[in-house]
Structures are given as C-alpha cells and as structure tokens.
C-alpha cells in the first residue's frame, strides 16, 4: 500500500485523536460529537442524535477491527492496519457516519449543504476553517452547494484511493 494512503491514515488519525493523548478511544469520539453538536446547534435534535449515534458505531466497528490487543485504545499502528483493510467494509464501516454528516450540515433538508455549514461541521472535527472552506470549493468546483453524492466520493476516495489525480478528495480533510 502506498504512501498516499498513510498520509492520509496519519491525517485521520490525528483528528480522530480529539484529545490529543495518541491514542483513539471512545472518550475521542464523545469529545468530538459533543463539539460537531454544539458547532451546529444540534445537540437536541434528531439529526444530533443519529449523528452522534453513528459517531458511537463508527467507535464500536472500528474498536472490533482495529483493536488488536482488546484494550479498548487503538494506536497509530492497529489504525493503519485497520484501515487498509477498510475497502471492504467501507458502506457499514465508514459510510453511515458520513450519511449522518451530511444530513446534520445540510440544515434545511433540502439535499444540498452550503459552504458555511460545511466549514462549521469540519471546523468542529478540527480542521483550520480555512483550509476547510479550500475543501469546500474544490468539493464542488466553486458551485456553492455540495451533494450528498459529491462528498460520499470523497470520503470513499480518502479511505481506499490511490490515484494522485483525485486531489479534492485526498484533501478532504485540510492538507496532509
Ligand atoms: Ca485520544
Ligand atoms: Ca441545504
């Protein structure tokens, strides 16, 4: 596997690390729903609650692939194993939580998101606003609204693609 695909691991990595410790566990996931939440005022609203309740499977199906040694803490090493094996569980592993994502920025239901509710929800994950808001134009091409579609290949991209062509998508998170 190639190099592309463990910056983008490391990058993932540390984001998902929310507080910082070097390792993921749950605690990293409660911090980070509990801060996308509060970013887009959702904290009591059904999409608030699907989308932490994702955040909570993501945890739990990763913890089942990742967590080599059963400690309940995954390492920058069980991650990357774990993710290269991601293609093959990508719809039930990673794609439910992106779904909910989406739904959560896109704030009046209408199936597209605008790219200040995009840049609150990446912001909240700890990507710099402005690097977030690159993501955003590159996304979409400077058309202004993002489809569900648009950012389901990118996140598809960032976990299991290769191809160097594919920039949008490998920088989905900022700049590796
Ligand atoms: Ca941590
Ligand atoms: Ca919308």
């Known amino acids: 596997m190639g190099a592309l695909l463990d910056q983008k691991y ?3 990595f540390s984001l998902l690390d929310t507080n910082g410790d070097g390792v993921i566990a749950e605690d990293d996931f409660e911090l980070m729903a509990g801060r996308v939440l509060a970013a887009s005022r959702e904290e009591d609203t059904q999409k608030g609650k699907k989308y932490a309740g994702e955040m909570m499977n993501y945890w739990r199906a990763l913890r089942s692939s ?7 803490r995954i390492d920058r ?13 990508f719809d039930t592993l990673v ?15 209408d199936g597209l998101v605008g790219r200040e509710d995009f840049v609150v929800v990446l912001a909240a994950i700890g990507v710099p606003a402005t690097e977030a808001g690159a993501t955003f134009d590159r996304l979409t091409e400077g058309n202004g609204q993002l489809a569900k579609d ?3 290949t990118a996140a598809t991209q960032y976990y299991c693609d ?5 920039t949008a ?6 700049t590796l």
């Not at 090493?77 to 569980?89: G, I, K, N, P």
């Not at 794609?95 to 239901?109: C, E, I, K, Q, V």
């Not at 290769?162 to 594919?166: G, L």
């Open 162 to 166: 290769e191809d160097p062509a594919n």
């Open 95 to 109: 794609g439910p939580l992106y779904h909910a994502g989406f739904h959560l920025a896109d704030r009046n239901d």
């Open 77 to 89: 090493e069980e991650f990357r194993r774990a993710l290269r094996q991601v293609s093959d569980t």
């Open 150 to 152: 648009q950012l389901m």
């Open 66 to 72: 990742a967590d080599a040694d059963g400690d309940g």
């Open 169 to 174: 998508s490998h920088l989905l998170f900022g």
């Open 10 to 12: 490391e990058k993932l």
